[in-house]
């Protein structure tokens, strides 16, 4: 991997005949680490079980706290002085971060509009 290049994180489908594929992830240590590639292939299994009738209930459950859960959380465990030395802290460290380039699959408006489209 090339960090600075990229991907970090790649997905290939091969077809070994009409009706068996596999599937190949790759990615790089920096955006996965064990413990979440357990999930994401946990939860991929169940999706996939889901879609092909395998399973007729609901495929993923509802997560217990959500991230916004969590965000109110720690907001509240800090005061405004706290708060205001952690933020300027980690504005000083991304500070100097390069900026990130992005590919995409079609060009984009100079002027977003936050129209989309379903390609499914």
């Given at each position: ?101 992005f ?8 002027h977003p ?8």
């Amino acid at each position: 991997f090339d960090l600075a290049a990229g991907p970090v994180f790649r997905t290939a489908l091969g077809r070994l005949a009409p009706d068996d594929h596999v599937l190949v992830l790759v990615a790089h240590h920096i955006v996965a680490d064990g413990w979440s590639v357990g999930i994401l292939t946990d939860e991929l299994a169940h999706l996939y079980a889901a879609e092909t009738g395998v399973t007729a209930s609901d495929p993923l459950p509802g997560l217990a706290v959500q991230p916004a859960d969590h965000a109110v959380w720690q907001r509240a465990r800090l005061d405004d002085e706290e708060l205001g030395r952690q933020l300027d802290r980690w504005r000083m460290i991304l500070a100097d971060l390069p900026t990130l380039d992005f590919p995409t699959d079609r060009p984009r408006p100079a002027h977003p509009t936050g129209a989309g489209a379903w390609a499914g």
